[in-house]
């Protein structure tokens, strides 16, 4: 045992007292990703808008989802989601100005967010087609509990703003200029666990329902 500890610590300090020259460890690292297309997942047939959806809506992520042509038509979208599962017209609404400059009518609005909350509505800033996955930043507006409290988890996202890859999504933010946010959440379908007995149970380290609201026609 001794032989082999020695000899293992041995390796351990002839690679510390190695130098490498940092060109070589970038060019090493960009050549690493100078070819993604050698090995990500092909993108799959249809078009992207189209793959998102399809996985959003498949039954691992068993999401939902509705399409409205401009921000204005949300809370029309969101009371359609409230009164097809007999939920009351009231959500935790993210304090996102292009939130609260809208209409909400008969829904009321609050930009607090209670621990046995029933719905939130939020902004998603990117959405992944390989996926299915929700990139939400947080922020002065966008408080990171929206997205973990509720039952109901209902997120609005342009249709520009859904990349094919999680790369493409990482290119997209850089070109934005902003620094970093102080959390960023991947979010793909509900929540779900097989902790107990291998049973799967959705909703349980987050909200059970998730509701995608795509904005815009490509």
């Given amino acids: 045992m001794s032989g082999a500890r020695e000899a293992i610590l ?4 002839r690679a510390s007292e190695r130098t490498v020259d940092p060109a070589v460890i970038a060019a090493e690292a960009a050549a690493l990703v100078a070819e993604p297309w050698l090995y990500r997942p092909a993108a799959g047939a249809g078009e992207l808008i189209d793959r998102f959806l399809e996985k959003i809506t498949s039954p691992r992520l068993a999401g939902t989802y ?9 809370p029309r979208s969101v009371s359609r989601y409230l009164k097809l599962h007999g939920l009351g017209a009231s959500v935790a609404l993210e304090p996102e100005p292009p939130l609260s400059a809208l209409e909400w009518g008969d829904i009321d609005v609050h930009a607090t967010i209670a621990a046995n909350e029933a ?13 299915g996955t929700l990139i939400l930043h947080s922020g002065p507006h966008n408080p ?23 790369e493409d999504y990482l290119t997209a933010f850089s070109q934005t ?12 379908g509900s929540s779900g666990t097989t902790d107990i007995e291998a049973t799967f149970v959705r909703g349980a380290h987050g909200p059970r329902f998730l509701h995608v609201i795509l904005i815009g026609r490509p």
């Fill in 144 to 166: 990171g509990l929206f997205s973990f409290l509720p039952l109901h988890f209902v997120v609005a996202l342009k249709c520009e703003a859904i990349v094919s890859y999680l």
């Fill in 119 to 131: 719905v939130s509505v939020v902004i998603a800033r990117w959405g992944i087609a390989e996926t």
């Fill in 10 to 13: 041995g390796a351990v300090r």
């Fill in 66 to 74: 509705d399409r409205i042509d401009e921000i204005v038509d949300l």
């Fill in 177 to 188: 200029g902003e620094g970093l946010p102080r959390i960023i959440n991947f979010i793909t």
